[in-house]
C-alpha cells in the first residue's frame, strides 16, 4: 500500500474487535493502520511489560522467559541469557519450506498478529505494537514460508519469519520486491527491533498465520457462492430449464435461509420473481446439478455466518501462552494457541467449496452433450454447419473441469484429524488449522478455475439458445454483455488458456456487483 495516498481510508486499531473484511482490505492495500492515540490504551498495553519486569526483578518464574521452550520448560535459564532467549526462538525456528505465502497474505498475517496483541494481555512493548503496524504501512513485510506448522502451539515457525524481520534478518517483501530485511530496514534509517522478555512467544506462539488465511478464504468463499449461483441461472436458461423448480412457495416448505436466498436470487435471475408456476410445465423435472442447485449452493449460505464466528472469534483473541493479567498481577499458562476453530472451519469450507465445484461440472457436462442440453450443437461449437467436422467447442474444457473438480474433491480429506505428537510429546495433541487454511485456499482455486471454465461456456450456451428462443431475462443478459467485454464467442475451435486465467483473475470483480441489495 502507498502511506502517500491521504485518501486511503484508516483502520485504527485500539483492541476493539474486527471484521474478515477488515483483513482483507489491509491485505489489500486498501485501508492503512496506525495505533489508537488513546492514552488508556497505551497504558494498558505497557502495563503488561511493567508487571513483567517487576517479577523478573524479584526472581519470578515465567514459562518462555526464564525457562527454556516446550519440554525445555523445566529448565531454568540463567539471568545473563535471558536476553538472547527470544532471539534463539525464532533463530532455531528457522525451517519453514513450501511455497511461500503471496504479499496479499503476508500483510494479513502481520495484522492478525498486531490485533491480537492489541488485546493487552500478551506482555509486549508499545514500541513492539508500533514496530508491526510500521511494517504494514511502509509495505515491508516478512517474507513466510507457508509449511512447517501443526497449528498448535500456534503458527511458531512460519511465525518466526515475522519476528526475525523485526530484529533485522531473513527476508522482506519491499513494495512487492523481495529483499534481505536488513537493507529495506537500514534504508529507512531503522534500527533492527530487539525483542523483550515474551516478545518472542507473543509474536510466535499463536494463531495469525492460518487466521489471516481464513479471512483470504472466507472472502473467496462468499464470492463462489454469489457466482454459482449467477452461473446456475445461465445454465438453467441455456439448457431450457424448468424455472420454477425455485418458486417461493415450494422453497417456504424448507425453511433453511441461505437455501431461500439462493432460490430468491435465481427467481430474480430467471425472471420468476412474481410469476405463478403453471400447473403442467412442459419440462416436469430437470436434473440434479439444476433442481438441486439452492440446496447444494444454500449450505454454504447457511454455513457463512457460523463460519465468520469461527474466523473472527479467533482473529480477536489472544491466543499466544502464557497471558498475562497486569491488573490481577498473574501469569497465566494455556493452550489458547490450539487453532481448532479455524482448523474446523477451514476442513468445512473447502467440503462445502469442492461441492460447489462438482455442481458446476455437472451442469457443464449437461450443457456441451447434445442428448441432454435439449437442442444446442455438441459441445457448444459455434462454428459453422460446414465447419462442424472439424471444431470442438468445449470439448477440452470440459474435460479440464473435470479434472480440477476431481482435485478439489480429493482436498476435502480433513486435516483436523491428523493430529501428530511432536515435540518430545509436549505438543501432543495439535490442530492442524494451517493446513486446513492452505487446502481451503487450494480447493478455492481449483472451484475458482471450474467457475471460469463454466463461465465461459455459460455464456456461449446462453447466446446458443438465444438464437431459438429470444433473449435472456435482463439479469442474464446484462452480465453476459459484461462478459463479453472480456471475452469472445467460441466460433472456430482456439486455445482458451490465456482467457480462462484472464476470467480467474477478474472472477472478484465480475462476482462483486451479484446481488447487492437483493435478497
Same mark, same amino acid.
Given at each position: 500500500m502507498s502511506a502517500e495516498n491521504p485518501d486511503t481510508p484508516t483502520l485504527v486499531l485500539d483492541g476493539t474487535p474486527l471484521a474478515i473484511e477488515d483483513v482483507c482490505r489491509v491485505a489489500r492495500g486498501e485501508a492503512h493502520v496506525r495505533l489508537a492515540a488513546d492514552a488508556a490504551f497505551r497504558a494498558r498495553i505497557e502495563a503488561g511489560p511493567a508487571f513483567l519486569e517487576r517479577l523478573l526483578a524479584e526472581d519470578g518464574v515465567v514459562y518462555g522467559v526464564t525457562t527454556g521452550y516446550g519440554d525445555a520448560c523445566t529448565r531454568a535459564v540463567p539471568a545473563e541469557q535471558l536476553a538472547a532467549l527470544p532471539h534463539h526462538l525464532y533463530t532455531f525456528h528457522g525451517c519453514g519450506l513450501g511455497e511461500l505465502l503471496d504479499v496479499e497474505a503476508a500483510r494479513a498475517v502481520v495484522l492478525v498478529r498486531l490485533v491480537s496483541l492489541c488485546r493487552?494481555?500478551?506482555?509486549?512493548?508499545?514500541?513492539?505494537?508500533?514496530?508491526?503496524?510500521?511494517?504494514?504501512?511502509?509495505?515491508?513485510?516478512?517474507?513466510?514460508?507457508? @509449511?512447517?506448522?501443526?497449528?498448535?502451539?500456534?503458527?511458531?515457525?512460519? $511465525?518466526?519469519?515475522?519476528?526475525?524481520?523485526?530484529?533485522? @534478518?531473513? @527476508?522482506?517483501?519491499?513494495?512487492?520486491?523481495?529483499?534481505?530485511?536488513?537493507?529495506?530496514?537500514?534504508?529507512?534509517? $531503522?534500527?533492527?527491533?530487539?525483542?523483550?522478555?515474551?516478545?518472542?512467544?507473543? $509474536?510466535?506462539?499463536?494463531?495469525?498465520?492460518? +487466521?489471516?488465511?481464513?479471512?483470504?478464504?472466507?472472502? %473467496?468463499?462468499?464470492?463462489?457462492?454469489?457466482?454459482?449461483?449467477?452461473? +446456475?441461472?445461465?445454465?438453467?436458461?441455456?439448457?431450457?430449464?424448468?424455472?420454477? *423448480?425455485?418458486?417461493? +412457495?415450494?422453497?417456504?416448505?424448507?425453511? *433453511?435461509?441461505?437455501?431461500?436466498?439462493?432460490?430468491?436470487?435465481? %427467481?430474480?435471475?430467471?425472471?420468476?420473481?412474481?410469476?405463478?408456476?403453471? %400447473?403442467?410445465?412442459?419440462?416436469?423435472?430437470d436434473r440434479y446439478s439444476t433442481r438441486c442447485a439452492p440446496h447444494v449452493i444454500g449450505v454454504l449460505e447457511d454455513s457463512l455466518d457460523w463460519l465468520r464466528g469461527f474466523i473472527e472469534g479467533e482473529l480477536n483473541s489472544a491466543n499466544d501462552n502464557p497471558l498475562i493479567d497486569p491488573l490481577? @498481577?498473574?501469569?497465566?499458562?494455556?493452550?489458547?494457541?490450539?487453532?481448532?476453530?479455524?482448523?474446523?472451519?477451514?476442513?468445512?469450507?473447502?467440503?462445502?467449496?469442492?461441492?460447489?465445484?462438482?455442481?458446476?461440472?455437472?451442469?457443464?457436462?449437461?450443457?456441451?452433450?447434445?442428448?441432454?442440453?435439449?437442442?444446442?450443437?455438441?459441445?457448444?461449437?459455434?462454428?459453422?454447419?460446414? %465447419?462442424?467436422?472439424?471444431? *470442438?467447442?468445449?470439448?477440452?474444457?470440459?474435460?479440464?473441469?473435470?479434472?480440477?473438480?476431481?482435485?478439489?474433491?480429493?482436498? +476435502?480429506?480433513?486435516?483436523?484429524v491428523f493430529s501428530r505428537s511432536t515435540e518430545s510429546h509436549n505438543q501432543d495433541k495439535v490442530s492442524m488449522g494451517t493446513i486446513a487454511a492452505r487446502d481451503a485456499l487450494r480447493v478455492l482455486t481449483l472451484a475458482e478455475q471450474v467457475a471460469a471454465g463454466v463461465l465461459h461456456a455459460a455464456c456461449q450456451g446462453v447466446e446458443l439458445r438465444q438464437i431459438q428462443a429470444g433473449p435472456p431475462p435482463p439479469a442474464l443478459a446484462g452480465f453476459v454483455a459484461v462478459c463479453r467485454t472480456r471475452i469472445a464467442p467460441l466460433g472456430e475451435d482456439r486455445a482458451l488458456d490465456s482467457e480462462l486465467r484472464r476470467l480467474c483473475a477478474e472472477l472478484e470483480t465480475l462476482a462483486a456487483p451479484l446481488y447487492r441489495g437483493a435478497p
Open positions: 493487552g494481555v500478551s506482555g509486549v512493548s508499545w514500541e513492539l505494537l508500533e514496530r508491526l503496524a510500521w511494517l504494514l504501512e511502509h509495505d515491508v513485510v516478512p517474507v513466510i514460508p507457508s @509449511e512447517g506448522s501443526v497449528g498448535a502451539s500456534g503458527d511458531l515457525t512460519p $511465525l518466526s519469519y515475522l519476528a526475525a524481520v523485526l530484529c533485522g @534478518e531473513r @527476508e522482506v517483501y519491499d513494495h512487492g520486491r523481495r529483499r534481505a530485511a536488513a537493507e529495506a530496514l537500514a534504508e529507512r534509517g $531503522l534500527a533492527p527491533y530487539r525483542l523483550r522478555p515474551k516478545e518472542g512467544l507473543a $509474536l510466535m506462539n499463536g494463531t495469525a498465520v492460518m +487466521t489471516a488465511l481464513a479471512c483470504q478464504a472466507y472472502a %473467496r468463499g462468499e464470492r463462489l457462492s454469489r457466482l454459482a449461483t449467477r452461473l +446456475t441461472a445461465l445454465n438453467v436458461w441455456a439448457l431450457a430449464g424448468n424455472p420454477y *423448480h425455485f418458486d417461493a +412457495t415450494l422453497f417456504a416448505a424448507k425453511p *433453511h435461509p441461505g437455501q431461500q436466498r439462493c432460490a430468491a436470487r435465481l %427467481r430474480g435471475d430467471l425472471a420468476t420473481l412474481d410469476a405463478q408456476p403453471p %400447473r403442467n410445465a412442459s419440462r416436469l423435472q490481577g @498481577e498473574t501469569v497465566m499458562h494455556g493452550g489458547h494457541f490450539y487453532g481448532g476453530h479455524i482448523a474446523f472451519a477451514m476442513d468445512s469450507l473447502k467440503t462445502l467449496v469442492a461441492n460447489i465445484a462438482d455442481l458446476l461440472d455437472r451442469q457443464l457436462a449437461l450443457l456441451v452433450d447434445e442428448r441432454y442440453n435439449h437442442g444446442l450443437p455438441a459441445n457448444l461449437s459455434g462454428a459453422s454447419v460446414e %465447419r462442424a467436422p472439424l471444431n *470442438h467447442g468445449y470439448k477440452a474444457l470440459q474435460i479440464g473441469v473435470s479434472a480440477w473438480t476431481a482435485e478439489a474433491l480429493k482436498h +476435502t480429506l480433513p486435516a483436523s
